[in-house]
T-cell receptor, first 111, second 115 residues
Framework: GENVEQHPSTLSVQEGDSAVIKCTYSDSASNYFPWYKQELGKRPQLIID?????GEKKDQRIAVTLNKTAKHFSLHITETQPEDSAVYFCAATSPGDKLSFGAGTTVTVRA | GAGVSQSPSNKVTEKGKDVELRCDPISGHTALYWYRQRLGQGLEFLIYFQGNSAPDKSGLPSDRFSAERTGESVSTLTIQRTQQEDSAVYLC?????????????FGDGTRLSIL
């Protein structure tokens, strides 16, 4: 089955700086990579996803890049704000398989 | 439309009791998933339903855990003879189609505390 590793486990950034979270996956057949944001005590919410037929996707201050050859994908948050503080989970799946989640990254944005 | 709904939102029970957790998926979502999230930890897959069949039960921790689903609607997760290590938030998610690269939408979870 798929194995997803996520780094770093914690990330502290100054407000206005960028944050980058990296994930690697093991199954070369994986073709769907969503990212979830979970605020304290809340449900995980999908913030962006990417499929294997594209290398990059942007949505305002959030972008995700995918390198299929190296089997890694990254989340980039620019101009971070206090409301970006949360736990972020990456995930990957191949057709016919369940979604495998990374262990999560706790992001703290310092004012 | 309405999102994924879970009940109860909180459940406190004594060790050894049985508990039943409920999940109402988004209307039209054929796939339904159960996860367990211990405090400060990641998402632990428990079971997946496509319609009312469960192709993947590989995450159920023991035979004390079971789940069922009625058609493409409500699912219940039952934990028998609860233990303290069962304390966690139990999250349900649904998607349009199972195992086919569709976004999963989560409910708010049931926070289960075993005394």
């Amino acid at each position: 089955g798929e194995n997803v590793e996520q780094h770093p486990s914690t990330l502290s950034v100054q407000e206005g700086d960028s944050a980058v979270i990296k994930c690697t996956y093991s199954d070369s057949a994986s073709n769907y990579f969503p990212w979830y944001k979970q605020e304290l005590g809340k449900r995980p919410q999908l913030i962006i996803d990417i499929r294997s037929n594209v290398g990059e996707k942007k949505d305002q201050r959030i972008a995700v890049t995918l390198n299929k050859t190296a089997k890694h994908f990254s989340l980039h948050i620019t101009e971070t704000q206090p409301e970006d503080s949360a736990v972020y989970f990456c995930a990957a799946t191949s057709p016919g398989d369940k979604l495998s989640f990374g262990a999560g990254t706790t992001v703290t944005v310092r004012a | 439309g309405a999102g994924v709904s879970q009940s109860p939102s909180n459940k406190v029970t004594e060790k050894g009791k049985d508990v039943e957790l409920r999940c109402d998926p988004i209307s039209g979502h054929t796939a339904l998933y159960w996860y367990r999230q211990r405090l400060g930890q990641g998402l632990e897959f428990l079971i997946y339903f496509q319609g009312n069949s469960a192709p993947d039960k590989s995450g159920l921790p023991s035979d004390r855990f079971s789940a069922e689903r009625t058609g493409e609607s409500v699912s219940t997760l039952t934990i028998q003879r609860t233990q303290q290590e069962d304390s966690a938030v139990y999250l349900c998610a649904s998607s349009l189609a199972g195992q086919n690269n569709q976004p999963q939408h989560f409910g708010d979870g049931t926070r289960l505390s075993i005394l």
